[in-house]
């Protein structure tokens, strides 16, 4: 069964929390039958949920609070009114020790603030980074920022490529992955400085990174590189590019099938090639935000996703803890050597 690890779960983040939460939590433990969980939300509601889930019901605790982020909550306001707040106390779960991560599907500013503040950030880590991942034509490749950090300086550019590479190594099992930085041609002298000083920096500092240098846009889905590093603006516009791309093409695509009696017919042939296609594009298959440079395991789920997508979300917690992801990132920063914006300062070395 592997090493046991519980999960804390915020069963009132989400559009359709907790029934979609506590199905996806169910559903996990197809996968992972060696976790547990921790369920923050209102005590009898989830009871009577579980009560419809035997084999959730033995491997879960519930932590009663009635105090629920919604998803409309300025990040400051949470931080003062959500103290005992179902994503406060799953956060809080973590950084006790009491759990190896936390999921949640709920308001991803205030996520990000209370995670910030909680479990604070790793050494040689100025900001947390938002990473996820892309399907491409090579396969998957990992991205950050995704709108964390509107605007970065080459310092954070360079923690992001480390960082990212990490989380590919750990996560995608890739062993050498290629780092980018997005930009707006390949050329040297294309790019804002910051952007520039990052490449060269990533070029100059003999780091044990695969730097392939710039990238641009169309090198996302052909899969040129592994980790893809940009700031939060760019990639939270190229993320949610890509998502409307998906949902325009399949609606282009059932409009032409449905468009003729012979179109109609093409489709049965075609059929089981497009299942394929379907489920290789899935978004389900790829929900799960990390928030990377925390000294703890965060993972943010798309706010309507369902049960299967939240499964998926828990998946990328759960492979995180197992390999290590932390202790790797700490490994690799007390590794590298001195370099402008990722040497550790004295406080967060301690």
Do not use: W
């Amino acid at each position: 069964m592997g090493e046991r690890l519980t999960i804390a779960l915020d069963a009132m983040g989400g559009d359709d929390a907790p029934d979609m939460v506590l199905k996806g939590a169910d559903l996990a433990l197809n996968r992972f039958p060696q976790i547990d969980y921790l369920l923050f939300g209102p005590e009898p509601r989830l009871h009577r949920l579980l009560d419809a889930m035997p084999k959730l019901r033995q491997r879960a605790e519930v932590c009663h609070t009635d105090v629920v982020v919604t998803g409309d909550a300025k990040p400051s306001v949470a931080l003062r009114t959500g103290r005992h707040s179902s994503m406060r106390l799953a956060i809080n779960a973590v950084q006790e020790g009491r759990c190896a991560g936390v999921v949640s599907a709920g308001n991803t500013g205030a996520l990000m603030a209370m995670a910030k503040l909680v479990l604070k950030t790793l050494p040689g880590i100025d900001r947390p980074a938002i990473c996820s991942f892309f399907p491409t034509i090579r396969g998957e490749s990992v991205m950050l920022d995704l709108g964390a950090n509107i605007d970065c300086d080459a310092d954070n550019l360079v923690q992001f490529a480390v960082m990212g590479e990490v989380f590919s190594r750990t996560v995608l099992g890739l062993e050498r992955p290629t780092v980018g930085l997005l930009n707006v041609g390949a050329e040297d002298q294309k790019g804002h400085e910051a952007l520039r000083e990052a490449s060269q920096r990533l070029r100059d500092a003999q780091l044990p990174i695969a730097f392939h240098g710039f990238i641009e846009g169309n090198d996302i889905a052909t899969g040129t590189v592994d980790v893809i590093v940009t700031d939060g603006f760019t990639g939270n516009v190229a993320l949610k590019t890509a998502e409307g791309t998906v949902k325009l093409f399949g609606y282009a695509l059932r409009s032409s099938f449905q468009s003729s009696f012979l179109a109609r017919l093409g489709y049965l042939f075609a059929k089981p090639a497009l299942i394929k296609m379907r489920r290789r594009l899935d978004p389900r298959r790829y929900n799960g935000a990390v928030f990377l440079g925390l000294n703890g395991i965060a993972v943010k789920s798309h706010g309507g996703a369902d049960a299967l997508g939240f499964a998926n979300a828990i998946g990328v917690a759960v492979d995180m803890a197992l390999h290590g992801f932390l202790d790797t990132v700490r490994e690799e920063f007390h590794r590298l050597p001195p370099v402008p914006g990722l040497t550790p300062s004295p406080a967060a070395a301690q």
